[in-house]
């Protein structure tokens, strides 16, 4: 049988019918120097060959079967894989607006869905791997475990497997998708009878399409999957309203044991830390605009990946909820944040991840479109490699990710390497159009949090940082 998109890959890949909700992840990786070519070409084509995504397109398949990947005939790793030298002035700003581009550029879906450029000439002497990929590939954790295959803990580089053969793409036949999505069908109908959604598909569903009507009387996973799909009526921001398709990227810093000593010194995590910087920040923002600010929805990331998944794929799922941006004193707002967040991560309905996935695969576009450009915000964190790495010879200086908003006003991402927390921010500018403001408003907002572990107002950007 194919391979079919699970059903939270096919809802990130369905809802693009709308290009305000594109799933792109970009991210840059900060190298010390370029990097050998033909290494890197070789590490790629590697990669290539043990991850069968990498080489694999998405097609469609028979309702209500979901799309399927399928071997690309004429996969040509030179399109996916690329070298150019960095115009004037060759610094980080060029980098960032050569990132915001490829941000907003949709995929050629007759390919596999990544591309990934090596930007070399830089003004410091240094080099940056670009890199753009579908989010239906991966998720952000699957995606730190996909980079680890490409890094090299020492200059000189470790010891490859042997490549596997080349996959050879199968043709097919003219009822291939007829017995695909039988087959889908018989098998959906045994494997959702299991496990923890033995009972669920039911109430799933009548959650999701009559979520109000469905409370009354139902137990309390109904009520869960309620709080996790309901609809938004509007943003709680009064002034971060609009959404297009243009997009802003900046990047922040701070490091890791700081930020996390400031969650702790407050009663939480490094999480809750950083969700308190951000809506600091928001605070800010709002009051330079003469406007007051309450409580912000964010779509948040919860990782349900266990050491058994694959790194393709997403195993994770987006859980809304609102945190509160109108408390000025960073302790009581990390405080709050926590107390939020927590209740959020015992959510029953995140057992029903793929089966609520599935129900809103069918769900009008409409539908979908409504309840995600009304999100104020996207927050991510995600672990990334704590020890220094080499790619091909270059010393990795650092990474951050810019991950999509997926109709929310801004996407911010923390991406850890070794010490450091590399934050990037993604701006839609309909939403945001004085970014600049917005990028300082979050600045203070995560010094003002750092300085609870630090004792010291750090007002300047660290090195490195462009706002």
């Known amino acids: 049988m194919a391979e079919f998109l699970r059903n939270t890959d096919a809802f990130m890949w369905?809802?693009?019918?709308?290009?305000?909700?594109?799933?792109?992840?970009?991210?840059?990786?900060?190298?010390?120097?370029?990097?050998?070519?033909?290494?890197?070409?070789?590490?790629?084509?590697?990669?290539?060959?043990?991850?069968?995504?990498?080489?694999?397109?998405?097609?469609?398949?028979?309702?209500?079967?979901?799309?399927?990947?399928?071997?690309?005939?004429?996969?040509?790793?030179?399109?996916?894989?690329?070298?150019?030298?960095?115009?004037?002035?060759?610094?980080?700003?060029?980098?960032?607006?050569?990132?915001?581009?490829?941000?907003?550029?949709?995929?050629?879906?007759?390919?596999?869905?990544?591309?990934?450029?090596?930007?070399?000439?830089?003004?410091?002497?240094?080099?940056?791997?670009?890199?753009?990929?579908?989010?239906?590939?991966?998720?952000?954790?699957?995606?730190?475990?996909?980079?680890?295959?490409?890094?090299?803990?020492?200059?000189?580089?470790?010891?490859?497997?042997?490549?596997?053969?080349?996959p050879i793409p199968t043709s097919a036949g003219l009822l291939s998708g007829v017995r695909d999505m039988v087959a889908?069908?018989?098998?959906?109908?045994t494997s959702v009878v299991t496990a923890s959604v033995k009972a669920a598909p039911a109430f799933v569903v009548k959650g999701v399409r009559h979520p109000a009507g469905t409370l009354k009387g139902v137990g309390s996973a109904v009520a869960s999957i309620y709080r996790t799909v309901r609809p938004i009526s509007a943003p709680g921001s009064p002034i971060m309203r609009d959404r297009g398709k243009i997009r802003r990227l900046a990047t922040l810093s701070a490091r890791t044991d700081t930020l996390r000593r400031a969650g702790a010194i407050a009663?939480?995590?490094?999480?809750?830390?950083?969700?308190?910087?951000?809506?600091?920040?928001?605070?800010?923002?709002?009051?330079?605009?003469?406007?007051?600010?309450?409580?912000?929805?964010?779509?948040?990331?919860?990782?349900?990946?266990?050491?058994?998944?694959?790194?393709?794929?997403?195993?994770?799922?987006?859980m809304r909820f609102e945190v509160p941006a109108a408390i000025a004193d960073p302790v009581d707002r990390i405080r709050a944040t926590h107390d939020r967040t927590t209740k959020m991560r015992s959510e029953k309905s995140l057992s029903y991840t793929q089966a609520i996935a599935g129900v809103l695969n069918l769900m009008p576009r409409s539908y979908i479109g409504a309840a995600l450009r009304n999100v104020d915000f996207v927050a991510s964190d995600v672990p990334g490699i704590p020890v220094p790495v080499f790619l091909a010879g270059a010393a990795v200086r650092m990474q951050y990710a810019f991950a999509p908003t997926i109709g929310a006003a801004l996407n911010v991402t923390l991406l850890s390497y070794v010490d450091t927390c590399a934050i990037g921010i993604n701006v839609d500018t309909s939403a945001i159009p004085d970014h600049d403001v917005l990028f300082d408003c979050l600045a203070a907002g995560f010094d003002e949090v750092l300085a609870l572990a630090t004792g010291v107002w750090c007002g300047a950007p660290a090195a490195g940082d462009h706002r």
Request: overall charge negative; proline content about 8%; charged content about 25%.
């Open 14 to 166: 369905s809802m693009e019918s709308d290009p305000r909700l594109r799933s792109t992840i970009v991210s840059l990786v900060l190298l010390d120097r370029t990097p050998e070519w033909e290494r890197l070409v070789d590490r790629f084509d590697l990669l290539s060959r043990t991850m069968p995504m990498f080489r694999q397109r998405v097609t469609a398949s028979l309702v209500p079967a979901p799309p399927r990947w399928q071997f690309d005939p004429d996969f040509d790793l030179a399109f996916h894989l690329r070298r150019v030298t960095a115009p004037q002035p060759a610094d980080v700003d060029t980098l960032l607006e050569m990132a915001r581009v490829a941000a907003m550029a949709d995929f050629d879906r007759a390919r596999p869905l990544w591309e990934v450029t090596l930007i070399d000439g830089l003004a410091d002497g240094g080099a940056a791997l670009l890199c753009k990929l579908h989010h239906a590939l991966t998720d952000g954790i699957g995606a730190i475990q996909i980079a680890m295959t490409l890094y090299d803990r020492t200059e000189r580089g470790d010891e490859c497997p042997p490549k596997p053969s080349v």
């Open 267 to 318: 009663g939480g995590s490094l999480n809750d830390a950083f969700i308190a910087a951000i809506t600091g920040g928001l605070r800010r923002y709002h009051e330079k605009h003469g406007e007051s600010v309450g409580n912000l929805s964010v779509s948040m990331p919860i990782s349900l990946r266990t050491p058994e998944d694959p790194a393709g794929g997403n195993r994770a799922t987006l």
């Open 184 to 189: 889908y069908d018989t098998g959906l109908a």
